[in-house]
């Protein structure tokens, strides 16, 4: 449904929406019962029975819900003998508009667990009589609860790894800006695990979670209404049509949604504890970090004096220390009184320099589980009042997942759990972690202001932050430096030439010194890392580290006039090498050279030679051919019509007008990887676009569009002549679609612009291309400016 016509579903109040659900558990109540005794009571007056499970057995039936139904059979049926029966009730069912989902089975089936059906089990927990045979219901209604004391712990613990799971697939956050509000930790689910099990561990106590029910039932009701299906997801457009202010509604579902899941969290944990295994007695194992103030038990910590925090302020740096050298996180119990002495603790703190203490925390292994107590407790809202304007904060950018305190956070703990060995040694070459970690903690403070928000970041540390905490001198200036350039290395990255000697140099003049390059190395790493869980694929991660390499190679060497190797008195290399550009030798190794003249011998005989190589996660595509006009935006289209992603592209021609193209690209469904075909497919085709046997346009039509995304992308078209000193930068920023970087190019081939490098990058649905270009051999000028932008902005409007 667009979102236009969303607007007029509105948005029901908790009681209201709580009657309007009961109300069409009702209703639904009523059909089945009629389709029940149509089809099967009054064949069937004794042995079968309806009983409504799950979601509608708690009459909590959403308007696109399945309707849950179990047929309870006696023991004289086998499957055949109701099979006809049950499909005309089925039948009728769905022929009433309802989603039916059913099974059939007898009390014997229903307490018997099977942990490849554990689902069944958990329904039964919400078992509803809705008709038939009374003593066959009398029947499971005795035998269920016996089954659930007898097998009560082994359903809880399989019921934990189903939600530890799914929380898994969400990255074990409430904070995305575009929630799923069932499924999502803190959502709908929670809440109802946590009351499963309280049904599964009697005597176990779990807070109120009904103003949570409250405050998301309304919003899946309206979701389902305005979607007219079973959508759960709480997108930016849904968002809009729901509110009017969206922002505000949001941080109060996160505050919601953080209920649910510290209440969901707390009672996994407890179940977790039960199971003997490896985990248990790592657990057990990690209790001997005890000491005289803090006890570890069960893998959370806990005071050992309950007083202790009011005795003795200073003990929360201690402990703030203590979860960031072991990395335990902070018990509920815990973070409860911490919260509770918060007035009298952020007195404390105020009257004492915080910057050494903080210092300390910062720089030991575990950080974040530190920042995470005070993120859990009000503490660093207190400390930092600044905090209070990012907390829950969404920022809309459709390429960001969380929000912006979250990814924050988030930032800190790639930077404790690096995977990638050339970032991790970085990370052990770093001198002062503690202050890329306050880089960090505050380089997107200045997000959601209507301000620049690196720059507003700046000035929020050096004007607010810095002067409150006693932050100065040389710590403060690299903190500031950091914050300001922490996009740098990434804009480096997605939108120069690496090959470039001029941007090695502009990098390293603005970088300054290999200290500074090396921690804001890392920040850019953690920063993007943290955007969501695929923004730092294997290419971008090598693209990183090219950037940090010719930066470093800068900083720390003298210039030397660019110089070609003789190559001794080898015709062919000779010939090939003759009217290449110097950068070719520069990017190229000598094996890779020996295998572009095999290739151009080939392409000589042939027409065209192709190369698809695999490496480190992304494709590479090299081609030799006769130049001809329009040849790099062919192989552009050719790639893009099997679904594939051009990260960068580059192209070289000789003085026998030999050309070697160079496409790097990803393969985001993996076709290349399952079906070993498709491989072959793609080398005839771009052999068949190159010789001019097919027509990319044709191949391109048979692409799907890409699925519309309600962010608008405004066209934008910008030329850039300081960036390198032999070619003019064309940086492009338009709504992607299929085929776009072949009418791109097309465009600018049709110009008369030789392209020398293209950089591709994608968010969401926002294509940021970059190309370097030549006219004649020299930089684009005024006059010819103005017309190709022109022409690029109309190849950029078209939908």
């Known amino acids: 449904m667009a979102v236009k016509e969303a607007v007029e579903v509105r948005l029901a109040s908790a009681a209201s929406a709580e009657q309007l659900i009961t109300d069409r558990s009702t209703q639904v109540d009523a059909i089945v019962r009629a389709s029940f005794s149509l089809h099967l009571g009054s064949q069937f007056p004794q042995g079968v029975a309806a009983i409504a499970v799950g979601g ?74 809705l008709a038939g045979d009374s003593d066959l219901i009398t029947d499971l209604g005795i035998a269920m609860p016996r089954f659930y004391k007898a097998h009560g712990a082994t359903i809880s613990r399989h019921l934990a790894r189903i939600s530890r799971s799914r929380h898994s697939k969400f990255s074990n956050t409430i904070y995305h800006l575009e929630p799923n509000i069932k499924e999502t930790p803190g959502g709908l689910r929670d809440v109802q695990v946590c009351r499963w099990l309280a049904k599964l561990v009697p005597g176990r106590q779990i807070p109120d979670l009904d103003p949570v029910w409250k405050f998301l039932a309304p919003i899946r009701l309206f979701l389902h209404e305005a979607s007219r299906r079973d959508n759960n997801l709480l997108s930016f457009d849904m968002q809009d049509a729901m509110s009017a202010n969206p922002g505000a509604m949001m941080r109060d579902y996160f505050r919601q949604a953080r209920a649910a899941f510290a209440a969901a969290s707390e009672f996994l944990d407890a179940v977790e504890e039960s199971q003997p295994s490896l985990i248990r007695q790592f657990r057990d194992w990690r209790s001997r970090l005890s000491n005289s103030e803090f006890t570890v038990s069960r893998d959370r910590v806990y005071l050992r004096s309950s007083g202790l925090l009011q005795a003795d302020p200073d003990a929360v740096w201690r402990l703030l220390e203590f979860t960031a050298r072991h990395g335990v996180p902070a018990a509920k119990e815990l973070e409860q009184k911490l919260a509770a002495a918060l007035p009298e603790l952020t007195a404390h703190i105020a009257r004492t320099p915080v910057w050494p203490k903080l210092r300390a925390v910062l720089s030991l ?3 974040s589980y530190a920042l995470r107590i005070m993120q859990h407790t009000g503490l660093m809202a207190a400390l930092f009042p600044e905090w209070a304007h ?160 010719i930066s470093y190679q800068e900083l720390t060497s003298e210039l030397e006039t660019a110089r070609i190797r003789s190559f001794g008195a080898d015709p062919a290399t000779s010939a090939f090498l003759e009217g290449l550009p110097a950068r070719y030798l520069r990017t190229h190794t000598m094996e890779q050279v020996e295998a572009h003249v095999a290739m151009a011998a080939r392409a000589a005989r042939e027409g065209a030679a192709v190369e698809l190589v695999r490496s480190n996660g992304y494709w590479q595509a090299v081609v030799a051919t006769i130049d001809r006009p329009g040849l790099f935006a062919s192989i552009a289209g050719a790639l893009a019509s099997f679904g594939l992603n051009i990260l960068k592209a580059e192209a070289f021609a000789n003085s026998s007008g030999i050309i070697l193209d160079s496409f790097v690209f990803s393969d985001p469904l993996r076709n290349l990887d399952l079906n070993p075909s498709e491989i072959d497919r793609l080398n005839d085709t771009l052999l068949r676009v190159i010789l001019g046997k097919v027509e990319v346009k044709k191949l391109l039509a048979g692409r799907r569009p890409l699925a519309r995304h309600p962010q608008v992308i405004e066209p934008r078209v910008a030329f850039n002549n300081r960036s390198s000193t032999t070619a003019t930068l064309i940086e492009i920023v338009a709504e992607d679609r299929p085929g776009l970087l072949y009418d791109l190019a097309s465009t600018m081939s049709k110009a008369g612009c030789d392209i020398v490098v293209v950089l591709i990058d994608t968010e969401v649905n926002k ?28 190849v950029c409007s078209v939908k």
Not at 442 to 452: I, N
Request: proline share 3%; with cysteine.
């Open 56 to 129: 509608y057995g708690r009459r909590e039936l959403f308007p696109h819900s399945d309707v849950d139904v179990m047929i309870l059979a006696g023991k004289q049926f086998d499957g055949k003998g109701l099979r006809e029966p049950v499909g005309r009730f089925l039948k009728d069912l769905w022929d009433a508009g309802l989603r039916m989902s059913h099974s059939v089975h007898n009390v014997d089936e229903c307490c018997q667990f099977n942990d490849q059906n554990v689902e069944l089990t958990i329904s039964l927990l919400d078992r509803r009589p």
């Open 390 to 549: 990012i907390d829950c904060l969404v920022v809309r950018d459709f390429y960001h997942r969380y929000t912006v305190d979250e990814h924050t956070i988030v930032t800190l703990e790639t930077l404790e759990n690096l995977a990638d060995p050339r970032y991790k040694e970085l990370l052990g070459e770093v001198e002062h972690i503690a202050l890329i970690r306050m880089a960090l903690l505050f380089h997107d403070s200045g997000k959601g202001t209507g301000r620049e928000h690196s720059a507003e970041s700046v000035r929020i540390v050096q004007q607010e932050v810095a002067p409150r905490i006693g932050l100065a001198g040389a710590d403060l200036q690299a903190v500031l430096k950091l914050i300001e350039g922490h996009l740098l290395l990434s804009v480096a990255t997605t939108s120069r030439d690496l090959d470039d000697e001029h941007t090695g140099l502009q990098l390293a003049d603005q970088l300054g010194t290999v200290e500074q390059l090396k921690m804001l190395t890392l920040v850019t790493y953690a920063d993007i890392s943290a955007v969501n869980p695929t923004a730092m694929s294997p290419w971008r991660a090598d693209q990183l580290w090219r950037t940090y390499l």
């Open 365 to 367: 292994p575990k950080a």
């Open 767 to 794: 294509a940021l291309d970059v190309f370097y270009v030549t006219m004649s051999g020299a930089k684009v000028d005024g006059e010819r400016e103005a017309a190709l932008r022109t022409a690029l902005l109309e």
